[in-house]
């Protein structure tokens, strides 16, 4: 069974815009949640993490919004500009037992409209 | 500056044959792992290793093995290629302890005919 689902698959917003990623996990024992940013033809690469005894954090334009009682984590992008757009990932770990693994979602495709 | 590299780049081969996929990092991290993204199916996880001479296998192993004799490289093999396994493989390290933030490679598409 897919541990994170990811939706939506692809999201078209105008500049200025507020796109917004859900993801929503399955594994209580996850316990740190990055998300990744990839560029056509690049690999991903980290953008934001968050912990889950926090319900936001925020990096210049990008915040993650995590609600722990129902499972679900978001990424909002304040002010979305052109060269926002790529491929957005969210993935999961279990620190305690799979120190090097994430499992990620399976990506959304975020076009920014000048 | 230290970074994470795969060759080659873009691979065409044809379906039996053997292939190995090279990943190069210069952090000195213990973590490697091996991905194949497919549309619809995000990144899944084929090997990792958490050291020399340390393999695991992923989600999606079927048909894949590394090896890590040092700390630098773990190459990809498929044993006999097939259709199935067309697509863009990614190579990701981290440091002990810290798995979760992982470094990517460029990438590797690999046509199998």
């Known amino acids: 069974q897919q541990q994170v689902k990811q939706s939506p698959q692809s999201l078209i917003v105008q500049k200025g815009g507020i796109p917004i990623i859900n993801c929503a996990y399955e594994?209580?024992?996850?316990?740190?949640f990055p998300w990744y940013q990839q560029f056509p033809g690049k690999g991903p690469a980290l953008l934001i993490a968050?912990?889950?005894?926090?319900s936001e954090k925020k990096e210049g334009r990008f915040t993650i919004s995590f609600n722990k009682s129902a499972k679900q984590f978001s990424l909002h992008i304040m002010d979305s500009q052109p060269g926002d757009s790529a491929t957005y990932f969210c993935?999961?770990?279990?620190?305690?037992?799979?120190?090097?693994?994430?499992?990620f979602g399976d990506g959304t495709t975020l076009t920014v409209k000048p | 500056d230290a970074e994470i590299t795969q060759s080659p780049r873009h691979k065409i081969t044809e379906t039996g044959r053997q292939v190995t996929l090279a990943c190069h990092q210069t952090w000195n991290h213990n973590n490697m792992f091996w991905y194949r993204q497919d549309l619809g199916h995000g990144l899944r996880l084929i090997h990792y290793s958490y050291g020399v001479h340390d393999t695991n296998k992923g989600e999606v192993s079927d048909g894949y093995s590394v090896s890590r004799s040092n700390t630098e490289d773990l190459p990809l093999t498929l044993e006999s290629a097939a259709s199935s396994q067309t697509s863009v493989y990614f190579c990701a390290s981290s440091q002990q302890g810290r798995g979760y933030e992982q470094y990517f490679g460029p990438g590797t598409r690999l046509t199998v005919t």
């Open positions: 993935a999961a770990s279990d620190l305690s037992t799979n120190a090097g693994k994430s499992t």
């Open positions: 594994n209580t024992a996850f316990d740190y």
């Open positions: 968050i912990r889950p005894d926090v």
